[in-house]
C-alpha cells in the first residue's frame, strides 16, 4: 500500500537557521502531498499542500515542492523561529473505497527552535 | 467556534471497562474518522464515514466501534478497553468533492489510558 517515511527527529536548531525535513513516499497514482503541523497539546492544522507535480506549497514562511521523479515532498523553511516548535507530519491523500480519501501519514518529525 | 469538536479531553480507564469517545462537527462535512497517534507510528485510521448512515474500518479497527446517526457526530465505542488502546485519539473531518477531499479538519484530541 502507499507509505510516507519522514527523517527520524528531534531536530534541534538555533533561531534562524535553515530547516529542511525530508519526506518521501510510495504511492500508485499521484496523490495529493500535505504538511500538518501539531502544536504541544493541539490537534493537528494543516501547514501547506500540493496537488501535482511540480507543484510547490508555501505557508508561513515554509515550503515543499512536489517531486515525482524523486517522489519526494521536503520541508523547507529559511529562518526558523522558536515559535515554529512543534511536531511535523508528512501525508498523502488515499483513495478509500466507498468515496473519499484518507490521509496517510508519515511517523512526524519534532522540531525544537532553541534561542 | 466552528470547528471539530471532541470530549473528553482525558479519560483513564480500567481494563475491562468500555466508554465513548465523542465527536461533533458543525461545518456539514460529509466525511468523519478517527485516528490514534502513537509514539514512532504517526496516525493511523480506525474507522471512517462518507456520510450518515455509512461507516467502514480503517487500518486498526478491532476493538472499535462506530454509527453515524447524524451528520454532525461520529461516537468510537470502545467495548472492553485493554492497555494497547492506550493512545492519543484524533477525529477529523472534510467535505468529499470530485478529485479528493477538502478541508480537512482535527479536533484537539482526546488522550485515553487504559490500566
Known amino acids: 500500500g502507499n507509505s510516507v517515511t519522514q527523517m527520524e527527529g528531534p531536530v534541534t536548531l538555533s533561531e534562524e537557521a535553515f530547516l529542511t525535513i525530508n519526506c518521501t513516499y510510495t504511492?500508485?497514482?499521484?496523490?495529493?502531498l500535505f504538511w500538518y503541523v501539531q502544536y504541544p497539546g493541539e490537534g493537528l492544522q494543516l501547514l501547506l499542500k500540493?496537488?501535482?507535480?511540480?507543484d510547490k506549497g508555501s505557508n508561513k514562511g515554509f515550503e515543499a515542492t512536489y517531486r515525482k521523479e524523486t517522489t519526494s515532498f521536503h520541508l523547507e523553511k529559511g529562518s526558523v523561529q522558536v515559535s515554529d516548535s512543534a511536531v511535523y507530519f508528512c501525508a498523502l491523500s488515499d483513495i478509500l473505497t466507498g468515496g473519499g480519501n484518507k490521509l496517510t501519514f508519515g511517523t512526524g518529525t519534532q522540531l525544537k527552535v532553541e534561542l | 467556534n466552528a470547528g471539530v469538536t471532541q470530549t473528553p479531553k482525558f479519560q483513564v480507564l480500567k481494563t475491562g471497562q468500555s466508554m465513548t469517545l465523542q465527536c461533533a462537527q458543525d461545518?456539514?462535512?460529509?466525511?468523519m474518522s478517527w485516528y490514534r497517534q502513537d509514539p514512532g507510528m504517526g496516525l493511523r485510521l480506525i474507522h471512517y464515514?462518507?456520510?450518515?448512515?455509512?461507516?467502514d474500518q480503517g487500518e486498526v479497527p478491532n476493538g472499535y466501534n462506530v454509527s453515524r446517526s447524524t451528520t454532525e457526530d461520529f461516537p468510537l465505542r470502545l467495548l472492553s478497553a485493554a492497555p494497547s488502546q492506550t493512545s492519543v485519539y484524533f477525529c477529523?473531518?472534510?467535505?468529499?468533492?470530485?478529485?479528493?477531499?477538502?478541508?480537512?479538519?482535527f479536533g484537539s484530541g482526546t488522550r485515553l489510558t487504559v490500566v
Open positions: 464515514s462518507v456520510g450518515a448512515g455509512i461507516t
Open positions: 500540493a496537488t501535482k507535480a511540480d
Open positions: 504511492a500508485t497514482g499521484y496523490p495529493s
Open positions: 477529523a473531518s472534510s467535505y468529499i468533492r470530485t478529485g479528493g477531499n477538502y478541508g480537512y479538519t
Open positions: 461545518m456539514n462535512h460529509e466525511y
